[in-house]
Nanobody, 123 residues
Framework: QVQLAESGGGSVQSGGSLRLSCAAS????????MAWFRQAPGKEREGVAA???????MYAESVKGRFTISRDTAKKTLYLQMNSLKPDDTATYYCAIGRPLGLTLIAGHYENWGQGTQVTVSS
């Protein structure tokens, strides 16, 4: 089991930036992947970005070119740099850890979840 704690959410205007962090209680095993998901009110949870132990990444089409996922292994921390934010990015953002067979943004492949951090983008 691993505990995850997100931080860095807040309110920004359209076009602004935020950096989310997710601190893990232990280092990842070689078979584990980390990812960011988000869920807006009344909508299903959707995958935003994923990263494996070796730094390979995957992004949702809606955030490509605007968001960057990264990790600091020594600090056991996952990051999501979000630039050029839009009102449609408003959601609760969650980090997750899982053991899928490869990079994926399907929520069912991730077993451990944080509590989430709220991001609100105003126009």
């Amino acid at each position: 089991q691993v505990q995850l704690a997100e931080s860095g959410g807040g309110s920004v205007q359209s076009g602004g930036s935020l950096r989310l962090s997710c601190a893990a209680s232990r280092n990842l095993y070689s078979t584990e992947y980390m990812a960011w998901f988000r869920q807006a009110p009344g909508k299903e949870r959707e995958g935003v970005a994923a990263i494996n132990r070796y730094g390979a990444t995957m992004y949702a089409e809606s955030v490509k070119g605007r968001f960057t996922i990264s990790r600091d292994t020594a600090k056991k921390t996952l990051y999501l740099q979000m630039n050029s934010l839009k009102p449609d990015d408003t959601a609760t953002y969650y980090c997750a850890i899982g053991r899928p067979l490869g990079l994926t943004l399907i929520a069912g492949h991730y077993e451990n979840w944080g509590q989430g951090t709220q991001v609100t983008v105003s126009s």
